[in-house]
């Protein structure tokens, strides 16, 4: 670290070092000496506490933001007098030459955040929470041999059995798989290993999730569905195109796969071995960049939903609610400037969580009070004013900020 030259700044205790939802940083923080104390909106819900975590030297705050470039998603005081490195965002690439092990550091402690953020998401919105376990394989199988995806159901069974061999479906999964097209079942990718590339055809599985897995993948050419099951249902969750990343905690982590990646159309990937990325890291800076830029950016989205849950007044996740798909399209905010979401009303109401009647009921309230938006002809919501919809929110984020202050005397007390 000695050998980086980047800039230290000292800063005294209680001094508010960055605040959640303020402007756009090109800088992140290591921690030299001192501690931090960082908080989120989220950590109630997360950690059942207010009382943010603390910091200590080698930690890091700041970098989710900067690498995003998104609005802060943490607020950080001082918690004594600290000195702490500041890293630029153009100099992450040199961050990583002279020391990769930061750089590691940073991607697995992503990779825990997105697995913890995207378990608490998908319990609060879909009210159930399961471990990956490779025993949840035949499930899945299950649900494509009965949907007569026989290519994917095969894939989901070998999994199953190459996990469980004598898990209590065994005898199932080779029946099941014995009656399905044999080209279907010995169905493999297309692997150029000079070049670690894999190449897929419309539909076919890249990875299961609940299976192990031992790469990361960069999409080459085509596009992704990650999908989950919940419930007993497929849910989509994204579509990945060109130059997007997926598959990273598995080699983060030694976890199974969260999700299911299925390629559509015709699909090549570069592959990343768990044994080769840190070295792919050190010598292709650039690639680790880049994979933190994306893994940035998934977390600041999965975070904003997140912070909007904690929201208790319906009027302010409304307008919260809004301002999260105007940010995710990175839409300049100039005064009375309108803007129509490509957001319809029953899109809000799903993303809010909010029963569809119950929903509308708020919505209309909002729309009754404040006529700066609106619903176009097409039902889509529109902004007159992007500058008023902004300062609604901040009032609403001071609020909170407020609340932090209040817990935060109370815990120096």
């Not at 939802?21 to 960082?38: A, C, L, M, W």
């Not at 910091?55 to 943490?74: A, H, I, T, W, Y």
């Not at 040199?94 to 992503?110: E, G, H, T, W």
């Not at 570069?270 to 940035?296: A, C």
């Amino acid at each position: 670290m000695e050998e980086v030259s980047f800039k230290l700044s000292r800063y005294k205790p209680g001094t508010y070092i960055v605040i959640e939802g303020d402007k756009i940083s090109n800088e992140f923080y290591i921690i030299q000496e001192g501690s931090v104390r960082v908080f989120e909106t989220v950590d109630p819900i997360i950690r059942g506490t207010k009382e943010g975590t603390l910091l200590k030297k080698g930690d890091f705050f700041g970098v989710v933001s900067c690498m995003s470039q998104r609005s802060n998603m943490e607020t950080a005081i001082a918690n004594e007098e600290s000195l702490l490195l500041v890293v630029s965002r153009e100099n992450f690439g040199l961050l990583i030459q002279k020391s990769a092990p930061v750089a590691v550091k940073i991607l697995r402690y992503f990779s825990k955040k997105l697995r913890e953020y995207d378990s608490t998401l998908t319990k609060l919105t879909f009210k159930t929470h399961s471990e990956e376990d490779p025993s949840h394989l035949f499930e899945i199988a299950e649900f494509y041999y009965s949907k007569k995806m026989f290519e994917q159901a095969a894939y989901a069974y070998k999994k199953y059995l190459e996990y469980c061999p004598d898990g209590g479906y065994a005898t199932n999964a080779k029946m099941r798989l014995a009656s399905i097209d044999p080209m279907l079942v010995l169905s493999e990718p297309e692997v150029i290993e000079e070049k670690s590339v894999e190449k897929y055809h419309d539909g076919q599985i890249i990875f299961c999730e609940h299976e192990y897995g031992d790469k990361a993948y960069v999409i080459l050419k085509g596009n992704v569905r990650i999908t989950k099951f919940v419930n007993g249902n497929e849910v989509l969750l994204a579509v990945l195109k060109e130059g997007d990343v997926f598959g990273e905690m598995a080699i983060l982590e030694n976890k199974p796969r969260s999700a299911t990646a299925t390629a559509v159309g015709n699909v090549e990937l570069l592959y990343i071995k768990k044994e080769n990325f840190e070295t792919m890291v050190h010598t292709k800076p650039e690639i680790g960049t880049k994979i933190i830029e994306l893994l940035s950016d998934r977390i600041w989205a999965i975070y904003r939903q997140l912070a909007n849950i904690v929201l208790k007044d319906p009027t302010a996740r409304i307008y919260d609610a809004i301002m999260i798909q105007i940010e995710k399209n990175r839409v300049p905010i100039k005064p009375r400037e309108s803007y129509t979401l490509n957001f319809t009303v029953e899109d809000l109401i799903k993303f809010l969580g909010y029963p569809i009647e119950e929903g509308k009921k708020y919505l209309k309230a909002v729309l009754d009070n404040d006529k700066n938006i609106t619903i176009s002809s097409n039902g889509n919501i529109t902004i007159m004013d992007l500058e008023k919809l902004l300062k609604d929110v901040t009032f609403y984020k001071k609020k909170l900020l407020m609340d932090l202050k209040i817990q935060l005397s109370k815990t120096q007390k």
